[in-house]
């Protein structure tokens, strides 16, 4: 096989000029925005359908993985307490039972949550992070403009 049938059947299996469908950077990254928006959305709506009917199953599965991601993060036994106490999802649970999970308190805890993804991230996000925590976190507080499940989607 010379050089000219291999970049003919190279370009075939990219989607090139002899077969296949052709897709540039940009409209992949437009079709990414969209699942992920998607995606959103859809927890968006299934964490509001659950809070509204009084099931937080999702929102404590989804706490729990946070802070497995998280615990990855932490490294040494005391990062690891730290981090434990951070994102504490036995407390979450115990709330949950005795149906005393309001957004006050869920917003004590996304604070608490942000401010140890800031300590466990990069530097240079620190800031970000923690900015983006107390945001939510008073939000949920102030319960004016987005419901918990829309503002716990975006966590």
């Known amino acids: ?22 897709v540039d950077e940009e409209s992949l990254a437009r079709l990414g925005d969209q699942i992920r928006d998607v995606m959103r959305k859809a927890m968006k709506d299934l964490i509001q359908e659950e809070v509204e009917q009084g099931a937080y199953d999702h929102v404590l599965k989804l706490w729990k993985e946070v802070q497995d991601r998280l615990m990855r993060l932490s ?7 730290k981090t434990k106490a951070a994102i504490d999802c036995d407390y979450a649970q115990e709330l949950v039972a005795a ?4 957004n006050s308190i869920l917003g004590d805890m996304i604070q608490l949550c942000s401010q140890r993804i ?38």
């Open 1 to 22: 096989m010379d050089g000219g049938e291999g970049k003919a059947r190279g370009a075939a299996e990219a989607g090139g000029p002899t077969g296949g469908v052709q």
């Open 75 to 81: 490294g040494s036994p005391q990062e690891k307490e």
């Open 99 to 102: 149906q005393a999970l309001d």
């Open 118 to 155: 800031g300590a466990l991230g990069a530097v240079a996000y620190e800031k970000q992070v923690l900015d983006w925590g107390l945001k939510l976190a008073d939000e949920m507080r102030a319960g004016e403009t987005r419901t918990p499940a829309e503002i716990l989607a975006e966590f």
